[in-house]
């Protein structure tokens, strides 16, 4: 029975890429969602063919599914970042009619479309902005379930993959209902609070980068994921350097300066991690030019793109934030550090998209 659930889930998953790769009309697709109507015909119960989430399992026909492959766990997630958490099939469904719901689940945001032999079960999102609801309220939330994240990692235990993922949903979210980026990063009050704050925070400055840049779905849901995995090196570098309220030594920056190599190490001993998180993890202290740290003794070594992403957003909201060894500075202030630094620390392209996507929905002068 297993391995029929799993070979239902493997056609519908592939099917999906075939979509988000080619087109909805692509023969494969249709040819999949047959294969995958014909594999159900012997998995319903009563009836029925329900997968809902919980946790990072599935649970089918109210029974938890032991067996997990690529496909198992590409599927949670997909239906995890359409904010989809249960799903249900009835006999009789045709393959057109399968085929339409994976083309909404491949190409559309949330899923809209009715269908006769299919119901899903959505999760509310918290908004912020539009809908009258408090941002800050649900930043802070945000805050709490990422230091929650970053407190209890060690090197020998899962990240909480789950809870990050559910961040990210409520990032995209909340930036569909307030246009506004500076409205929607948290300030950061305490220094305690510091690094988780400034996690989120580089997490919604990246996906807002990254939208106006066209990026949609799953790389955008990555871009998001690295920016709040950006600094998980820090957890290993010793709370005396980490929470120092004064200037570092030499030392102390000898130490810091690990947090980059400490991050893709741990991220690399995890499964499920988006790659790009481990190599933003990495490469967010080196510069376009091929300075900054980690040093590389490959010669002309340039940034991965989403690395140089995140480092613009690290760069902005380092300095709007208040440090033990200087001040906040205004936005148009830090704008013209980046002008700048343009073609020497950061993307030139990048920096120009930025700024003129932060003037667009901000007023501020420079
Ligand atoms: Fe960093
Ligand atoms: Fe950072």
Known sequence: MSEKIVEFISDVMTAISNCSLYTREHPAVMHLSEMAVAVLDSLFFEDKFSVALFGDSLVINEQRLPARNMHVSSFIKKLRRKGIDKVVIS?????????????????????????????????????????????????NENIEKVKEVYQGVS????????????????????????????????????????????NNNVAVLSIFQAETLGVKHDLLHDIGMAGLLHDI???????????????????????????????AMYLATLPDIPKYALVAAYEHHMKFNGLGYPATRRKGRTQHIISQIISISDF?????????????????????????????????????????????????SS
């Open 233 to 263: 090196g820090k957890m290993f570098v010793p709370a005396t350097v980490l929470e120092k309220e004064a200037k570092l030594n030499d030392d102390e920056w000898v130490e810091m300066k690990k947090h980059p190599v400490y991050g």
């Open 155 to 198: 090197r020998f235990k899962r990240l909480d993959m789950v809870g990050l993922e559910d961040v990210v949903v409520s990032f995209i979210t909340t930036l569909k209902q307030e246009a506004n980026v500076l409205k929607v990063v948290s300030p950061i009050k305490a220094h305690s609070e510091y690094t988780y704050a400034h």
């Open 316 to 364: 902005f909201d380092a300095l709007r934030t208040d440090r033990p060894y200087r001040k906040a500075l205004d936005v148009p202030v830090i704008v013209g550090l980046l002008n700048d630094s343009a073609g020497k620390d950061f993307n030139p392209l990048l920096v120009e998209n930025f700024i003129r996507a932060l003037k667009k929905v901000s007023i501020f």
């Open 91 to 139: 006999r009789g469904v045709t393959a057109a009619e399968l085929k339409d719901f994976i083309a909404e689940i491949a190409l559309s945001d949330r899923i809209t479309g009715t269908y006769a032999h299919i119901s899903s079960g959505i999760i509310e999102v918290k908004l912020g902005g539009g809908g009258g609801g408090d941002i800050g309220a649900v930043m």
